[in-house]
């Protein structure tokens, strides 16, 4: 059992903090405003979007065949396959292939999925380096922090803050705050390691299963810096990335660079099909694909639940989501932060360790409304929340039921008993009309921000009974 | 949700009978929205019925993760609306509930489940049906000088009942009455049932922003048609000590098509 998250204690923090909260709020306006500008017609996204979420059914729908297909035909590129069901196995993967090619350092390119399995950790365990090449992530490595966002890792700090780390971090360097400047530190500094690393690593954005290629968006180069000038190219994805055919690429990426940057288009797409060919000059020599489960089949496995799966890892929902504006990403304590991370997390660190995600939403719909695939965002956690209860029906996960709390529990069954009985509800609402005088002016947490409810003068049963016209 | 709940809805003639499912919110807190909702129906020459035996829609233990709770509460409704009369609800939220949460409900229910959905096919949300069947010819009043009104509309009633458009679309009618837009009108604020006391810290800071910017339009009114929003709004614009409170749509529209006639 993983231990809780301390959700609360983390948002309380950062909700005191004027300056962080400041600085979401504009991040936040700044990323919805340049989706917002990629997606003027609403009736085209909703007519694109719904193909996108028709490629993720389809191939979900088709997943053990697709996964089958895809490693078959990677194999005939080449492409190395490995599978593997926890991240402690995707780690021991990498660390042997590193070890192999006599690496002592992994440079790395964008990769949710590492972070998911905590590579670095393992890797840094196992006397192997790892260094960030994503300037965000290479910002976060420096400062010994995880990503606060699944598409811009470092988006809670300040150009100043990152002007100081560097001045502090990289060797020779003087405090500047100029963002080009800074820019092109991280680049010299990573330029001369892609070119001395035996081993580069990578996410996937989308797997082909029936051309057996690989495909990375990304905007700053590095990414295909690493799938291509080391001499052994690492890829490490979910398993859920497949698609069947090419022809379910364009819709997707169209959705995804629109949703996550509001960028039409991105600046790198790499098409990775094979290892370095006979005759040809570079490319890495070795190319491997590690697969990782880490809950995904328990995502597959309930019906109510596998839409997760489609999830493309925009980050949309999170630059759309109240909450996440509140209190940014680490506060979720969590890999995946945002509505994405309060859908997945049960799945990878427990039921128990992620109760207070579950019930962290106000059940708004903003996510559901911008997600590039469809996923009902609010009715899967609604369906946590009863995982969590222990009431789903059906499919019970590990750990259903530790979100229940007595006292909670009681307050429905109470609640239920009086509101499915109508005239003891009436009898409820005439005395507690009566007695509003009595009304406790400490509500529980309702009255720490809010004044006390209390209740009007006569129930709406009471005056609709006494006025003479109605029945 | 599906596709289907955001397609465009067909809507039938005037009818002569409604009933009024008053919501649990209203009748405890604000029953005067109620009376409202009535009067304004009645005024259109449309027979109100309210069922003396209706409680809630089920909403609080249906998000919380209790369903047998909230199946057990939505039950006891089922039988109260029968026939084809339309079901009026003046809260977004839980006319959302009814019309897209209860067939879902009781979709393993067999013997409940007709009258779910024919009570889910009958659900309006109150500015939804006199905008959309009643078609309102609301006049402007005599004023000179043009009130300030700023609009919230719950999240729920939004995205599930396009209640923006509707009441938006009303306040327009009276030709007196200047709407003004909040910064992040779209943001929920903060209410979201059990969420506001599980996560009180989170919960307050978007009720307070949302105050801020429903302050920063200088409006002298707040309208929604969303009463568990306004529970929320009202008690933190309270506890703020603002000038400023919010008040159900259905009064604001009685009160002023009361004065235009």
């Given at each position: ?244 055919k090419l022809e379910h690429l364009p819709p997707l990426m169209a959705l995804l660079t629109r949703s996550a940057t ?16 006979e005759g040809e000059l570079d490319g890495p020599k070795e190319v491997h694909l590690v697969l990782l489960d880490n ?177 | ?261």
């Amino acid at each position: 059992m993983n231990a809780p998250i301390t959700f609360h204690e983390n948002a309380r923090r950062v909700v005191a903090n004027p300056v962080l909260r400041a600085s979401f709020r504009g991040a936040m306006d700044f990323l919805m405003a340049k989706r917002a500008a990629q997606f003027p017609d609403l009736d085209a996204f909703e007519a694109l979007r719904t193909q996108g979420e028709a490629i993720r059914q389809y191939s979900l729908a088709r997943l053990p065949d697709l996964l089958e297909q895809l490693e078959a035909n990677l194999t005939r590129n080449g492409i190395q396959v490995h599978w593997a069901e926890t991240p402690k196995e995707a780690c021991q993967i990498i660390i042997d292939i590193t070890r192999k090619a006599g690496g002592d350092l992994v440079v790395k390119g964008k990769s949710m999925v590492s972070e998911e399995v905590e590579l670095n950790h393992a890797l840094e365990a196992a006397g192997i380096g790892a260094l960030e090449s994503d300037m965000g992530e290479y910002i976060v490595q420096l400062a010994g922090e995880k990503p606060s966002h699944i598409i811009m890792p470092a988006i809670h700090k300040t150009k100043e803050e990152i002007a100081r780390l560097f001045a502090e971090k990289v060797p020779g360097v003087a405090y500047t705050d100029s963002v080009d400047e800074l820019i092109q530190i991280g680049r010299r500094v990573l330029r001369e390691k892609f070119r001395d690393t035996k081993v580069g690593l990578s996410g996937v954005n989308v797997a082909i299963a029936e051309t057996g290629t690989l495909c990375l968006v990304e905007n700053e180069g590095n990414g295909r810096m690493c799938t291509t000038v080391p001499e052994v190219h690492i890829a490490i994805t979910g398993i859920e990335k497949v698609v069947e055919k090419l022809e379910h690429l364009p819709p997707l990426m169209a959705l995804l660079t629109r949703s996550a940057t509001g960028q039409a288009i991105t600046t790198y797409f790499n098409w990775i099909s094979s290892p370095r060919r006979e005759g040809e000059l570079d490319g890495p020599k070795e190319v491997h694909l590690v697969l990782l489960d880490n809950g995904r089949s328990q995502m597959y496995t309930d019906e109510r639940l596998r839409a997760t799966l489609q999830c493309i890892r925009c980050g949309a929902c999170m630059n759309h989501c109240p909450v996440y504006t509140r209190i940014g990403g680490h506060a979720y304590g969590t890999t995946y932060p945002g509505p994405i991370g309060k859908m997945v997390s049960p799945h990878m660190l427990g039921l128990d360790a992620t109760k207070d995600l579950v019930t962290a939403s106000s059940l708004c719909g903003a996510c559901g409304e911008v997600c590039p695939v469809k996923i009902p965002i609010p009715d899967i956690l609604m369906q946590l929340r009863r995982q969590s209860q222990g009431t789903a029906g059906g499919i019970q996960l590990p750990a259903a039921g530790s979100g229940r709390r007595p006292l909670q529990s009681m307050a429905f069954k109470l609640w239920a008993g009086l509101y499915a009985r109508p005239l003891l509800y009436r009898i409820f609402g005439f005395f507690a009309t009566r007695l509003r005088g009595l009304t406790p002016k400490w509500q529980g947490a309702w009255t720490n921000s809010r004044a006390p409810l209390r209740p009007a003068a006569q129930t709406l049963h009471e005056r609709m009974r006494l006025s003479t016209t109605r029945d | 949700m599906t596709a289907a709940h955001n397609s465009p809805r067909r809507y039938s003639e005037k009818p002569s009978d409604v009933y009024l499912f008053g919501t649990c919110v209203l009748d405890l807190f604000d029953p005067e929205a109620g009376v409202s909702a009535v009067q304004l129906l009645e005024r259109e020459g449309i027979r109100v019925h309210y069922p003396q035996d209706q409680t809630c829609c089920g909403q609080p233990a249906y998000t919380s993760g209790f369903p047998d709770e909230a199946r057990a509460v939505a039950k006891a409704q089922l039988t109260l609306f029968p026939g084809t009369w339309p079901v009026i609800v003046p809260s977004g939220s839980c006319a959302g509930m009814m019309r897209h949460h209860w067939p879902r409900l009781f979709a393993d229910d067999l013997t409940n489940l007709p009258r779910a959905e024919s009570i889910a096919s009958r659900t309006f949300e109150l500015t939804e049906f006199l905008l959309n069947v009643l078609h309102v010819e609301w006049k402007p009043s005599a004023k000179q000088k043009p009130e300030t009104v700023v609009l919230h509309t719950s999240c729920s009633a939004r995205r599930e009942m396009n209640t923006h458009v509707h009441a938006r679309a009303l306040l327009a009618k009276f030709g007196d009455v200047e709407v003004k837009q909040q910064e992040h009108e779209a943001e929920c604020c903060g209410f979201g049932g059990s969420f506001s006391v599980k996560h009180p810290e989170i919960s307050a800071a978007m009720a307070s922003d949302k105050a801020d910017a429903l302050e920063a339009t200088g409006a002298t009114t707040l309208v929604s048609a969303d009463a568990g929003c306004l529970l929320n709004l009202n008690g933190t614009l309270e506890k703020r000590g603002s000038a400023l409170r919010g008040q159900h749509i259905a009064t604001y529209f009685w009160n002023k098509v009361k004065e235009g006639a």
